[in-house]
């Protein structure tokens, strides 16, 4: 269930947001296009161990109201310029490029001038997921409880991402 956040924790979400919308369309990469862009609405009901996403129709962001209590800095300096990124290859080339293609590399790095990271390494202990073990041939990897039902059930198999060996319950 998604906690409350101070309206001061929101505030500073929403000016980071505002200051990274009024750089991008300043920026001589996106200049010319700036005005088909829209700033997206920030919300913090973000569920599960993702640290934010966009929805790109509805131009909305979604952050993780607990991960980013917690990470606070992170999310001012990284999630909220990679969720704004996902927005802006939206509304400037639609749905014909990559998710993490080259066009949102490009904002990432030539507007942001941030390295774009594709997936956070935060600490989600906090968020109170129970998780199970299973193992392969290099590693033990922790699985969901949805997907540890799933195993049980015999309705999915997961492979390591490393090695390609099936994942077995330690």
């Known amino acids: 269930m998604p906690i409350s956040l101070p309206s001061d924790i929101q505030f500073q979400a929403t000016k980071k947001l ?15 296009k700036w005005k088909k862009l829209v700033l997206p609405v920030l919300l913090f ?17 979604k952050l993780n109201a607990t991960l980013y209590l917690h990470n606070q800095t992170y999310f001012l300096n990284q999630v909220i310029a990679h969720e704004l990124a996902h ?11 990559k998710p993490h293609g080259i066009e949102w590399q490009q904002i990432m790095l ?12 935060l600490d989600t202990s ?7 073990p299973y193992s392969c041939n290099c590693q ?6 949805t997907r540890h039902n799933k195993v049980q059930r015999q309705t999915q198999q997961y ?12």
Do not use: W
């Open 45 to 61: 009901n973000q569920r599960g161990k993702i640290a934010g996403s966009a929805r790109l129709r509805d131009n909305v962001i």
């Open 159 to 170: 492979k390591c991402r490393k090695c390609g060996v099936m994942l077995k319950l330690v």
């Open 140 to 145: 033990v990897v922790e699985l969901s409880q």
């Open 87 to 97: 927005i802006l290859v939206y509304q400037l080339y639609g749905t014909r490029v």
């Open 126 to 132: 906090v968020l109170g997921y129970k998780t199970y």
């Open 18 to 32: 505002n200051e990274l919308f009024k750089l991008a369309i300043s920026s001589p990469l996106i200049k010319r």
């Open 110 to 121: 030539n507007v942001f001038s941030l390295q774009p990271d594709v997936t956070h390494q």
